[in-house]
């Protein structure tokens, strides 16, 4: 089966850095995405990792380890609106092609 | 470019009655997704389309939803009859080939009383 396991909840201080852990568990892994969803928004693509490193996008950097079946979400110099829940999404492969399951959600409030 | 278009954003029924949910995807993305996202949990795939072809269903309950994308563009998802515990946000993506990004619509909340 397919599995995702990431934090519940993390708080964090505005100008702090926060990382947001991720594990996986799947059959046909090609990669991993980091989505963002504000309240009563829809999920944002934020970043994408198949190999393994960092890849960093401004202020988010995304990484992972294949051999760990791990990644991580790092978001520097925090804002106010950072405040969201923050999605692991596995790639996978399926019948037709890839799909996208996602973990249950990290939710981030940020603090003054 | 345009956006993921879905209608409509809010509905409410009863249990037992029927809905439907109509999804415009980005043009010219072959591959269109309908997510089940239940508060405070992530969105869980349903339903997936390459161009007018199902790919993946395995996460559809069948005997109560339905969903279609005839001409390989715009897509209905349909849920007859509904119980309480399909009361959720009922999302559509849609994703180029090549790419690695999923758009998003806006999402239809749906609450079923």
């Known amino acids: 089966g397919q599995s995702l396991e990431q934090p519940s909840e993390v708080t964090a201080v505005e100008g702090a850095i926060v990382q947001i852990n991720c594990t996986y568990q799947?059959?046909?892994?090609?990669?991993l995405s980091w989505y963002q969803q504000h309240d009563g928004g829809a999920p944002t693509f934020l970043s994408y990792?198949?190999?393994?490193g960092l890849e960093e996008t401004g202020r988010f950097s995304s990484f992972l380890s294949r051999s760990d079946s791990y990644g991580y979400l790092l978001l520097q110099e925090l804002q106010m609106k950072d405040s969201a829940s923050y999605f692991c999404?596995?790639?996978?492969?399926?019948?037709?092609?890839?799909?996208?399951?996602f973990g249950a959600g990290t939710r981030l409030f940020v603090k003054a | 470019e345009a956006g993921v278009a879905q209608s409509p954003r809010y509905k409410i029924i009863e249990k037992r009655q029927s809905v439907a949910f109509w999804c415009n995807p980005i043009?010219?993305?072959?591959?269109l997704y309908w997510y089940q996202q239940i508060l405070g949990q992530g969105p869980k795939l349903l339903i997936q389309?390459?161009?007018?072809?199902?790919?993946?269903d395995s996460q559809l309950p069948k005997d109560r939803f339905s969903a279609e994308r005839l001409k390989g563009v715009d897509s209905t998802l349909k849920i007859q009859p509904a119980k309480l515990e399909d009361s959720a946000v009922y999302l559509c993506?849609?994703?180029?080939?090549?790419?690695?990004?999923?758009?998003f619509g806006p999402g239809t909340r749906l609450t079923v009383t």
């Open positions: 999404a596995v790639r996978d492969r399926n019948t037709g092609g890839f799909k996208t399951i």
């Open positions: 799947t059959s046909g892994f090609y990669g």
């Open positions: 990792n198949a190999l393994d």
């Open positions: 043009s010219g993305h072959a591959t």
């Open positions: 389309f390459q161009n007018n072809g199902v790919v993946d």
């Open positions: 993506a849609s994703f180029e080939q090549g790419n690695y990004e999923q758009y």
